[in-house]
């Protein structure tokens, strides 16, 4: 990647030429509805229908149109666009395929359980993180979203749900959040906002593959969220070889972070332990974690991997999952092995991205062909 290269500044350039209402806080819009020259009130009224992630103006009905006319020249609801839904036939899962108004892919999925529903979403269009086993590395990285893209996803879905209420967010699609972390803090107040979805940050959870420095950053902003770790492997070495984060922030810096965040912040951590048959499944490998996470107030989520082509990366058998899960519960670490949701439907993240991207180059290349044919 090249060294100048921004996925800021990109994201800076699309806002300055794309203005989206969902970028509004409550009372930016508040402010921006009064310089139309109406009263504060329809704020809440607008506010409302960007709930059910409406696509225009015009779906506004209790909205005097010459207000919705003064928004239009400034602001569009058109993005994210919806591209493509797949619905699980396993377990209900959906998995969205979302454009962002510069022509950048990104995915969102929701979750359906038993006591809530679930949606993760993308906080970056495509990833410079380059972990070996994850699929959003394979594929060109983009650019930071916007925090009201974050939030155009969430209503989209919700659109999409109809009556079900969405009341657990998780920030694990595409993208590492905290290389993100003005806009994703930005996005976790608009989304708790009473007048908004007013989203319990208690039920929302980020992921980070270590960016330490923002690890204290985000812990200084004292929100009641879960932070997930992913770890993948509690040995230093083998933590590098496919997590090149690793060799920037080591373990033990990473660790320090932790304790940091979890006496600001007052909250368990969460640490993400992806199986790979044969790499990171022994049972010292699970003694290894169980060390490591030690003094820490903490839950680990097993998640056998979810094969990605192109990756050499294979789940290991039940058998392994169980014994590697039991060496942590006798160490007296709380632990769950992940449900997998969604697997009819490539629902891992950044598979159907991938897909996506590879069959648009497949077309261009075709395209191409067929114009040097013609010559």
Not at 34 to 49: M, N, P, T, V, Y
Not at 93 to 101: A, D, E, N, T
Not at 188 to 213: D, F
Request: proline share 3%; net charge positive.
């Amino acid at each position: 990647m090249p060294d100048n290269y921004s996925m800021q500044a990109a994201l800076d350039k699309v806002q300055a030429q794309h203005r989206l209402l969902y970028d509004l806080n409550y009372a930016e819009l508040q402010d921006c509805v009064c310089k139309c020259g109406a009263g504060k009130f329809r704020a809440q009224q607008i506010q409302s229908w960007l709930n059910k992630g409406v696509v225009s103006f015009a779906e506004m009905l209790n909205i005097p149109k010459q207000l919705t006319e003064a928004l239009a020249k400034d602001y569009t609801l058109d993005y994210p666009k919806q591209l493509l839904v797949k619905v699980s036939q396993i377990d209900g899962s959906r998995k969205y395929l979302f454009q962002m108004s510069d022509g950048n892919i990104i995915e969102a999925v929701y979750m359906p359980y038993k006591k809530s529903n679930s949606v993760c979403i993308s906080s970056q269009a495509g990833c410079r993180m380059g972990c070996a086993f994850c699929a959003s590395t394979l594929i060109k990285y983009g650019r930071n979203l916007s925090a009201g893209e974050m939030m155009g996803q969430i209503y989209r879905i919700q659109r999409d749900l109809g009556e079900i209420r969405i009341d657990h967010v998780v920030v694990m699609g595409i993208g590492e959040p905290l290389e993100n972390l003005q806009e994703l803090l930005r996005f976790l107040r608009m989304l708790n906002a009473k007048e908004g979805l007013n989203i319990s940050l208690r039920h929302v959870t980020v992921s980070t593959c270590g960016l330490v420095p923002a690890i204290y950053k985000l812990a200084e902003a004292k929100l009641p969220i879960t932070l997930a770790i992913s770890l993948h492997s509690a040995l230093q070495a083998k933590r590098e070889s496919i997590m090149p984060i690793a060799k920037t922030f080591d373990l033990r810096t990473l660790k320090q972070a932790c304790i940091t965040y979890q006496k600001l912040s007052g909250r368990r951590l969460s640490f993400e332990y992806a199986l790979f048959k044969g790499f990171n499944d022994s049972i010292e490998d699970a003694n290894y974690l169980a060390d490591y996470i030690k003094g820490i107030v903490s839950h680990v989520n097993l998640i056998p991997v979810n094969p990605v082509p192109g990756t050499d990366f294979v789940p290991p058998s039940a058998e392994t999952v169980e014994k590697f899960k039991q060496v942590l519960l006798k160490r007296k670490i709380e632990v769950t092995v992940r449900q997998k949701k969604g697997q009819d439907i490539f629902a891992a993240c950044g598979q159907l991205r991938r897909q996506k991207l590879q069959s648009d180059v497949r077309k261009e290349n075709c395209a191409a062909s067929s114009e040097r044919i013609k010559i």
